[in-house]
């Protein structure tokens, strides 16, 4: 009983704060139910501060997203700002459509504001490229992206940036999430009404004028694409760029064009989930378009499909990447090509051949984009970064824009991006990856997933002995800790391993790949085969070994 009450207490004091109508309706009737059950899920704990930020359900209590859970990050983050010398420096603020995002994004600038700092709010929902490219432009200290990217609808989320316009690493995720613990009273966080800057359209209009640096001036421009923005903020800017730069205006989806935050028209907004893309195909289908672009909703990735006899085939993060990266060499690009460890090796063996550097990272665009001399960055994961002195991370924008270029060179060739895939392949062998992803309701069965793989590692998989079995949670020789696990099998198919819970969604994720050699064309299809065939059985085999 007296957990009981020491529950409801909590309860009350959080509902006395509560700044939004909305959510405090909802607590309150959750107090008046004596829903103890749903009341000691909201109040296990805090939503964690980490190197994604915040993300998380939007409704009452500190385990979820909310006004006052935001105005605590904020001031949070005004107080770390400060504490390294940035008095008076300025905030960009920017939001996606999604539910209680231009509340968030106003929370933060009045917060920002009240600090001693300045803020500045980006002009409507844009895309997360577009703050991501404003925070140099516009010399601030610091930025914000109000987004939950492809999460389910009822989700939110809180990125934040630093002054070199990435995203923030360790330690200073720790040392925000300090001195958000340290926030006493939302009464006592200063919050004016007004104060900070509302920018206009001229930062949509720079951001659009650096996109001139992604293309090769005078470069074939005949593509004809089939566009979704998955009910996001991605059409308004995704149209802008294509008249700039002289390609045919994408033909919608119109079901998906506009903002949309319930996303009606798919269980997950995320190209890469079964059916996100049925719409799309079905378009295509009707106009029959060179190719289908998609961004996820706040177009920060960038999806690709093509026809594949008959139909349409989503490619794979890992196939875009590579076309992207033989572009860009064919374009004459100098510098480093960097990807996550969860992406295919191809690209190291593109970088080699061409004679460019190379680096290899741990998942996510803010260790990418903090490589030296970075030209080129990608991750599977739809993420691409082509122009990283304009965005210092992937950017679905600049990816479209290179990807049409690209088909557009091809189309003019009589080749498709098919064809360069099927070059690449026999100049490099066939890279084939597929990935093992398990959604969970409960967290326990990821965290006991890993575990069992800790404590029992496998010693073959698919018939291949593991002979290289790393804990990453010890760090290596280039990459420092984190939780996941690599491993190499044993034959000439240079097959790779690697398990790690996301980041960012209730998601278990393993990601596989072999290496087929292919000596001439009618090699392809067998190989692709014999690749999928070796991955179904890694698969299997992975998923008994974790309990799954």
């Known amino acids: 009983m007296q957990e009981q009450d020491d529950l409801l207490t909590r309860a009350r004091t959080w509902l006395a704060e509560d700044p939004d109508p909305e959510t405090a309706a909802e607590l309150a009737a959750l107090i008046d139910a004596n829903d103890t059950a749903e009341l000691a899920d909201r109040f296990s704990g805090t939503l964690q501060f980490g190197t994604a930020g915040l993300r998380g359900e939007i409704g009452a209590g500190p385990m979820r997203m909310n006004r006052s859970v935001v105005i605590r990050a904020a001031a949070g983050l005004a107080a770390y700002l400060k504490a390294q010398g940035h008095e008076g420096g300025l905030v960009v603020v920017g939001y996606d459509a999604r539910y209680k995002s231009a509340d968030f994004a106003r929370d933060t600038a009045a917060v920002m504001t009240g600090a001693g700092l300045r803020a500045a709010v980006l002009p409507r929902p844009l895309p997360t490229p577009v703050l991501a490219y404003a925070i140099r432009h516009l010399g601030a200290v610091a930025g914000v992206e109000v987004t939950a990217s492809h999460n389910p609808p009822r989700d939110n989320g809180y990125k934040v940036y630093l002054g070199d316009g990435s995203q923030i690493v360790s330690p200073a995720d720790t040392e925000i999430a300090a001195q958000i613990t ?12 007004d104060g900070w800057l509302q920018l206009d359209e001229e930062v949509l209009e720079a951001y659009l004028t650096r996109t001139d640096a992604v293309l090769t001036p005078g470069s074939p421009r005949g593509v004809r694409t089939v566009y979704t923005a998955m009910h996001g903020v991605g059409k308004d800017v995704v149209l802008a760029a294509f008249a700039r730069h002289g390609f045919p205006e994408p033909v919608l989806v119109a079901e998906q064009a506009e903002p949309d935050p319930a996303f009606p028209t798919v269980a997950f907004p995320n190209p890469e989930e079964p059916g996100a893309m049925d719409l799309a195909f079905a378009k295509a289908a009707e106009v029959q378009p060179d190719i289908v672009i998609a961004n996820d909703p706040d177009a920060d990735r960038c999806a690709v499909a093509v026809p594949d006899n008959g139909a349409w085939r989503m490619l794979r993060g890992d196939e875009v990447g590579a076309l992207l990266a033989a572009h860009l060499v064919h374009k004459g690009a100098q510098g480093v090509f960097a990807e996550s460890i969860v992406s295919s090796s191809l690209l190291g063996r593109i970088a080699e051949a061409a004679g460019v550097g190379y680096e290899e990272t741990l998942t996510g665009f803010k260790w990418i984009a903090r490589v030296e001399g970075l030209r080129y960055g990608y991750e599977e994961a739809l993420g691409y970064c082509v122009d990283p002195e304009g965005v210092r991370d992937k950017d679905g924008i600049t990816a479209a824009l290179l990807v049409a270029e690209l088909a557009s060179v091809l189309k003019e060739q009589g080749r498709t991006l098919t064809d360069l895939l099927d070059d690449l392949a026999m100049a490099h062998g066939l890279h084939h990856t597929d990935q093992l992803s398990v959604r969970v309701s409960d967290l326990s069965v990821i965290a006991n997933a890993m ?49 790690r819970p996301s980041g960012t969604e209730p998601k278990l994720k393993c990601y596989l790949e072999v290496v087929v050699p292919v000596a001439e064309a009618s090699d392809l299809a067998s190989a692709r085969t014999r690749g999928q065939e070796i991955l179904d059985a890694v698969k299997k085999d992975l998923a008994a070994a974790m309990g799954l």
Not at 456 to 468: F, H, I, K, N, W
Request: aromatic content about 4%; charged content about 25%; overall charge negative.
């Open 451 to 499: 575990a069992r793989l800790r404590a029992e590692p496998p010693t073959a998989l698919a018939g291949l002995r593991v002979v290289s079995a790393e804990d990453l949670s010890q760090g290596t020789e280039k990459l420092p800790p984190t939780d996941g696990l690599r491993y190499y099998l044993d034959g000439d198919y240079k097959a790779r391993v690697i398990c």
């Open 182 to 193: 340290a926030v006493g009273a939302l009464a006592d966080v200063p919050q004016p009404a």
